[in-house]
């Protein structure tokens, strides 16, 4: 019998997708432990680029040195602790607009007003390992994942990264929703649903009982397709713990669930679309993607959110997987045994 209908949920449970202590868990078990996408290399282009993210709700600045080296601070000022960098910005140096403390791009102290005499070692900034893999930038908060590139390398002969690093955003659509960062990978990563959620649109070009997660394992869950005619194949990945990206072969586009884990029933998602340049920067092309992904969004909202209100009824269940829910199997395994 195929693992996934074997598989019950495992010890994960309804709770593990509502309860603060799960979130909090996950904030210090789960999250730290892999590579977490932050942006496009593209969003931090030239020396000095800066850009504040939020990484299991640690306020994160990410730059671009003076080398071209991209690489993660603590975004928070080692004077008061303020954050250092709202936004995006560019400069040749940090500087924390409260008490103008400052700091070079490698992240040490440069100066500080009026501390003359004061002992100031250990105020450089905590710093993160930052790794580029197809024109994104990870990082991972605890320093022991294995190299980025040696995890993807089997998945590279498909998703081409070299490929994907010269790729632009075509479009970004920013929300913010009312459901766990699992629901949210859960529905990204199998197909089952198309026949429900997306009868009139997906399910035409890949319908779910084709879909096969059966190449799933301990680090992603990849959910190939039949290929349509017309559209080709859809490759869809969910690298742990959340890089959400889906391509289509022949290489026309990509898409990225940009997302950001906010707590046990708050996620912030940015749908990025990526692009050969000439095609990202083409406002027809773009007129003509961007309701595509705004509609299937848009069917995945009512069942994202759905599901989060049943999970956190007393009658949730975590009922049986379908053999189609492979990965899912796997994922849940995972993350469970990070969060132990
Ligand atoms: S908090 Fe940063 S300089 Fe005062
Ligand atoms: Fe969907």
């Known amino acids: 019998m195929p693992d996934g209908a074997q598989f019950q949920g495992g010890s994960v449970t309804p709770a593990d997708f509502t309860s603060q202590a799960a979130f909090e868990r996950e904030c210090r078990e789960v999250f730290p432990r892999g590579w977490i996408p932050m942006c496009r290399s593209e969003a931090i282009a030239g020396a000095g680029a800066q850009k504040a993210v939020t990484v299991a709700l640690r306020p994160l600045l990410v730059l671009r040195d003076a080398a071209g080296v991209a690489r993660t601070f603590a975004n928070v000022c080692r004077y008061r602790s303020m954050t250092l960098v709202e936004g995006e910005t560019r400069a040749p140096f940090v500087r924390c607009p409260y008490h103008l403390w400052a700091y070079d791009l490698e992240g040490r102290l440069q100066s500080a007003p009026f501390m003359d005499g004061v002992d100031l070692s250990g105020c450089d900034l905590p710093a993160f390992a930052t790794e580029e893999w197809g024109g994104f930038v990870f990082v991972n908060l605890d320093g022991r994942a294995e190299p980025l590139g040696e ?25 913010e929703h009312p459901w766990n960062w699992k629901v949210m990978l859960e529905n990204f990563a199998e197909s089952y649903h198309h026949i429900g959620a997306h009868v009139d649109t997906l399910q035409a070009l890949w319908p779910g009982g084709l879909s096969d997660s059966s190449t799933s394992n301990d680090r992603w869950i990849a959910l190939r397709h039949s290929v349509h005619p017309a559209s080709g194949e859809l490759l869809v990945y969910a690298i742990y713990p959340h890089f959400l990206f889906a391509a289509y072969e022949p290489g026309t586009s990509a898409f990225w669930y940009d997302m950001t884990p906010l707590g046990p029933d708050r996620i912030r998602l940015d749908i990025v679309g990526l692009y050969p340049p000439e095609v990202a920067a083409d406002p027809e092309a773009m007129a003509r993607e961007t309701p595509l992904a705004m509609g299937i969004h848009a069917e995945d909202i009512p069942v994202c959110e759905r599901t989060q209100i049943g999970l956190s009824s007393p009658d ?25």
């Open 316 to 340: 949730a269940v975590m009922g049986p997987l379908s053999p189609l829910e492979v990965g899912l199997a796997h994922f849940r395994r995972w993350v469970k045994g990070r969060a132990a």
């Open 151 to 175: 995890t993807l390398r089997p998945l590279e002969a498909i998703l081409k990264p070299e490929r994907l690093a010269g790729w632009r955003e075509g479009f970004r659509l920013s929300y």
